[in-house]
């Protein structure tokens, strides 16, 4: 069959714009056939380029002392943790697909940024995701969210990974869109660290995996436009199909090839299949490679070219192998039972040249493809939306007049209630390594000897056994905070998952980002995606966490409009001592219960409850400017907390978030659990002071940042508030832990919850919708 002619409408069908199109043909001298115009298509579309952001993620922190691969030279970043050894993790998004296909798009999400971490080197040891849906009272919301979950524990389950920590938020911004953040984390020392290049000339080039077919053709360009209905369902070919234990029996046998040295470069298949993964190992490298199609393995009868080279299918990887050493991937890849075929070889050219039939189909430079699609600076214009939102007047909403029923109705909104419905569908025990599981500030993972990739015969550490190791993950973001004001919302996301670290007894290593933001071309939207970055960058370098890599997700838009803007920040930590790890839960009757930082933020016009939970859920608002977050103020917080942790003072630590002082209390009464997995509910006594010009409602639902519930015994009180007035760091000791009910006293007004009711309201609401 003969290619089509390339019309204007044909490339328009492939997201490429007249310009664009233009430079193409400027590079190449010539046309592109239909072949070169989808290779063109995905390795220029913003999912692979990043064409329109690339301008503003020069502005994050990449580099430390500590970073051993930095963002943007490999699949994901790379951090030492000490004793030689180092941890690479990596944020993805998979939005589209999940909303078109939700258990196949959650589960491919999944296998997709488990694929990045080995290619790396590392054993993936656990699995994170943030999640965003509309409101859980439509019915195609919750057939979305139960597909999301059921694909994310399929495939975690499946593969044998635990998945440790998350978020799930709902609002009708992400109605129809939902947002689907997929998070891994692997190990390994740093002799193992792999590249993705092509080095060698000469060397074979191998295709490992099962055989490629016609699923997910062209994922990476349907994941860069605007999703609407007809998109979706035009679209619905590009949702790849996972399958876990093909990926498990892969990174298997990657991992023990590997260790013998045979590998020059390793990458795998994911967004653009064969094309990036040919492209980009020649640009990294400052190679060319050319490969036959003939030989590629191929599920469908009479695959085209263009089918070959943009198909999504999943489970595999490109090898570079050095020459001579091709029995070694013949014999672990036929061990493992797992297809391979030799399908080409490393050049000096700089093409990357693709045959059929013998004929060539492909000659495109490999490093224009992948390192030189057009940079696009757009226009930035702050939203009118803006004046509306920050015209809240307090004084015409009515303080609260029903405290019980405010909380009651908070701990059981979707968003702040227990996401047990979730996570009781993953395994988060598997491996033996969970330390802290689903349900506390911060997952705690421990790195034990048998976590890590087994070492090639001759190296030196072979015989080496390294110290255990325990790590830290949370993962943040308030996309209410960020459309009410993206700079401080972008600060906020990066300093509360500091602050989870910190309640954990984690110093911060490094962070990864996803930035889910809408249509680029909107000027509005683009401003709040810069202003956003510009805050995640400030943060990130003030708490001296790295971003070693991430990933953009834009056009996430429905027919109603953009999503909030969302940027998740996933965050890892490094925790000293086994004794140090601190859960968020009241432990013991008479501890002390302080609160450090300041009970209300006496500059802000909105006490802290601008864009608030509270606001939203009992007045209907999304509304205001966000709490102000200062840097200096949380840092110091932090250091101070570990500190404290390292003494052995603190029994529990949790932060106050979304729901405020009263929510965050009422978690630590009733999220704990017993060595039975039944609640573990233990009631507290608080007495609060409040300011004449104080609202009731701000004090207890206001959202404050910097601030943090510690339970101490007695004998330290004394200790911490000594300590914390010389640092200039605000305690204020505010109740005690005991009894069978949450009693909070406010002036004259004293409000009771029992705790058997706050805990069916907070743990069984998401059952109930879901059972609904």
């Known amino acids: 069959m003969s290619d089509p002619k390339i019309t204007p409408e044909l490339i328009r069908q492939h997201n490429l714009t007249d310009e664009e199109y233009q430079l193409i043909l400027k590079q190449l001298g010539r046309e592109p056939n239909i072949t070169e115009l989808g290779i063109f298509s995905v390795m220029w579309s913003e999912h692979c380029s990043y064409k329109n952001t690339r301008s503003l993620l020069k502005g994050f922190p990449t580099r430390s002392s500590n970073v051993l691969v930095p963002a943007g030279e490999e699949n994901a970043g790379v951090i030492d943790i000490g004793d030689g050894l180092a941890v690479a993790f990596k944020i993805e998004s998979h939005n589209h697909p999940s909303a078109v296909e939700p258990f196949q798009g959650a589960t491919t999400g999944v296998g997709g940024i488990i694929r990045d971490i080995f290619t790396m080197g590392a054993r993936p040891i656990c699995a994170v995701n943030s999640l965003r849906f509309g409101k859980l009272d439509s019915p195609e919301v919750r057939r979305l969210f ?39 984390l692997g190990v390994l020392r740093h002799e193992q660290i792999a590249r993705g290049a092509a080095q060698g000339i000469g060397n074979p080039v191998f295709y490992v995996g099962p055989a490629t077919g016609r699923d997910g053709l062209a994922g990476a360009a349907f994941a860069s436009q605007d999703l609407t209905e007809e998109s979706a369902e035009q679209q619905r070919g590009a949702v790849q199909v996972g399958d876990p234990f093909m990926e498990k029996l892969c990174m298997e046998a990657c991992l023990e090839l590997l260790a013998t040295g045979a590998v020059a470069g390793i990458q795998d298949m994911g967004a653009a299949g064969l094309t990036c993964s040919t492209c980009e190992t020649a640009a990294r490298g400052g190679t060319g490679i050319e490969i036959e199609l003939d030989k590629v393995p191929q599920r469908g009868p009479g695959m085209s070219p263009y089918e070959i080279m943009l198909s999504e299918s999943q489970e595999r990887m490109l090898i570079i192998v050095h020459k001579g050493r091709e029995d070694d991937v013949k014999r672990i890849f036929d061990k493992w039972d797992l297809p391979w075929a030799e399908i080409g070889f490393v050049t000096d050219t700089g093409q990357m040249v693709v045959k059929h039939h013998g004929e060539v189909v492909a000659d495109l430079p490999a490093a224009k493809l992948a390192d030189e699609a057009p940079i696009y600076h757009r226009e930035a214009i702050e939203p009118e939306y803006l004046k509306e939102t920050r015209g809240l007047d307090l004084h015409s909403t009515q303080d609260t007049t029903d405290v019980e029923g405010d909380l009651h109705a908070l701990m059981a909104w979707p968003t702040i209630a227990s996401k047990n419905w979730v996570y009781r569908q993953y395994d988060y025990t598997v491996r033996n390594g969970t330390m802290v599981h689903p349900g506390s500030d911060a997952a705690v993972i421990r790195v034990k000897p048998d976590s890590l990739p087994v070492l090639s015969e001759d190296s030196p550490n072979r015989d080496v056994i390294p110290p255990e190791k325990y790590l830290a993950m949370s993962v943040d973001g308030n996309g209410a905070y960020v459309y009410l004001d993206p700079y401080e919302g972008g600060k906020i996301a990066v300093a509360e998952a500091a602050r989870n670290l910190a309640c954990s007894g984690a110093v911060p290593l490094g962070t990864t980002d996803n930035l889910n933001f809408g249509n680029p071309h909107n ?9 956003a970055v510009r805050g995640l960058a400030d943060a990130c370098t003030y708490f001296e966490a790295p971003v070693t890599g991430g990933n953009v997700s834009l056009y996430n838009q429905n027919p109603k409009g953009a999503i909030d803007p969302t940027p998740t920040v996933a965050m890892v930590g490094l925790i000293e001592d086994p004794s140090h790890i601190t859960t968020q839960w009241f432990k013991n009757e008479g501890d002390v219960i302080l609160l450090i930082g300041e009970s209300l933020d006496s500059d802000d016009p909105y006490q802290g409850l601008g864009g608030s939970a509270y606001l939203k859920v009992r007045h209907g608002l999304k509304k205001g400017l966000p709490p102000r977050c200062d840097l200096t103020v949380e840092k110091n917080i932090h250091n101070a907390l570990r500190g404290w942790i390292a003494q052995g003072a603190i029994q529990s630590a949790h932060d106050c978030s979304e729901g405020g002082l009263a929510v965050a209390l009422g978690e630590c009464c009733i999220s704990g659990e017993s060595a039975r997995h039944t609640p573990h509910l233990i009631g507290a006594e608080i007495q609060l002071k409040r300011a004449e010009q104080d609202r009731l409602d701000a004090l207890l639902f206001g959202e404050t940042q910097g601030r943090i519930i510690i339970s101490v015994p007695s004998v330290f009180v004394g200790k911490i508030t000594g300590q914390a007035e010389v640092m200039d760091i605000p305690v204020e000791k505010i109740g005690t832990v005991g009894g069978k009910t949450l009693s909070i006293g406010v002036d004259k007004h004293q409000f009771d919850w029992d705790l058997s009711k706050l805990h069916d309201a907070w743990f069984n609401s998401i059952d109930q919708i879901m059972e609904s």
């Open 146 to 184: 139960r597909g999301v979950v059921a694909g994310i524990g399929h495939y975690g389950n499946c593969f044998g990974i635990p998945t440790v920590a998350g978020e799930v938020y709902f609002d009708e911004s992400y109605e129809g869109n939902p947002l689907v953040n997929a998070f891994s």
């Open 523 to 531: 000027p509005e939207l683009f401003w709040q995606l810069k202003e």
